[in-house]
């Protein structure tokens, strides 16, 4: 047996347990050091990522609170306008979203591709029964030290049903600095008793530097529509999206009657008296076609400078030139470009090669791209001569030729 060690001595075998802790220590240190590293490149990092922004349950901002001023709006009632958020934001965490197509609606309107967020019930103002506006379910963890911020639209897209509006807002939703709500809100028509304030309540949440939107194409024919967004914001930025009359108006039946089966025929619907040939405008399908009346209303409010109008004919020929007009106006960067799209033969529309929130690339629903009726060419003829004054003066209106009469 080995003599004892002096008295106090560790035994030796204990060295070597020594070392061993020490080590620990320093890889937990390192550890910890390269977890906080990495945390804070990550903050850095997801601040501009264009997620959905979800706050806390129960903490999205109150009227009345605070650091807000106010606005005037809605009938008999005020709406308080967030302030601009002052803190930069550190660290957003985005849900895993998919996309599905969405569910046909009986009056014909269209239909927003809805989020899903797997495991999280729907709450106020999102996709569940009863909801016109998809937006992320509240009770989410979306923000860890910056919940942003529900601002009324900066921009708007106002115009024109069958115009390709639908096409426009899911181009536009690729760029990491809009944030738009999906489906149609129909405020300034529908909803404007409800108040700003609800109409706030249905937008999406925002950072700093990012630009909220809508589009409900039917404001561009409700004569009381560019007077009530005039009152919520003399800044609003306002796009239209126009196509040619004519082929509107088709698309518009061919729409219809996809839910209506037993409808008159276009010819029928399309003159008030055949053997005249007399139009009938008060038929919405005619009657939305006639661009400069509905404008005349519209300058009445807000200067042509204001106003992006985009050509539904060039979406389709050229998607990227037309969003960067879209971009410039809206004071984006130009980040949506032609490496964003294909083009579908089969649907005969450009696609997104990666739509927002997937990694898939993603084509508008079925309801789009629908094959026309043949309509007897004399009543095509005679709609285009009824159209081309209106569409002469809209080209003085706009400065802008579309090419319809050519």
Known sequence: MAPPGPAGALPTSAEPLSRSIFRKFLLMLCSLLTSLYVFYCLAERCQTLSGPVVGLSGGGEEAGAPGRGVLAGGPRELAMWPAAAQRKPLLQLQPWRRRRPPAPRANGEEAAWEE???GLAGGPGGSGAGSSVAEAPQGTLALLLDEGSKQLPQAIIIGVKKGGTRALLEFLRVHPDVRAVGAEPHFFDRSYHKGLAWYRDLMPRTLDGQITMEKTPSYFV??????????????????????????RAISDYTQTLSKRPDIPTFESLTFKNRTTGLIDTSWSAIQIGIYAKHLEHWLRHFPIRQ???VSG?????????????????LGLKRIITDKHFYFNKTKGF??????????????????????????????????????RPFNLKFYQMTGHDFGWDG
């Open 116 to 118: 899903e967020s797997p």
């Open 222 to 247: 409700t004569r009381e529509a560019p007077a009530r967004i005039s009152a919520m914001s003399k800044d609003t930025k306002l796009i239209v999206v126009v196509r040619d009359p004519v082929t």
């Open 307 to 309: 106003m992006l109008f």
């Open 350 to 387: 450009p696609c997104l090669k990666k739509a927002e929130g997937s990694s898939r690339p993603h084509c508008l629903g079925k309801t789009k791209g629908r094959t026309h009726p043949e309509i007897d060419r004399e009543v095509v003829r005679r709609l285009r001569e009824f159209y």
């Open 313 to 329: 004919e060039r979406l389709i020929s050229d998607p990227a030139g037309e969003l960067g007009r879209v971009q410039d106006f």
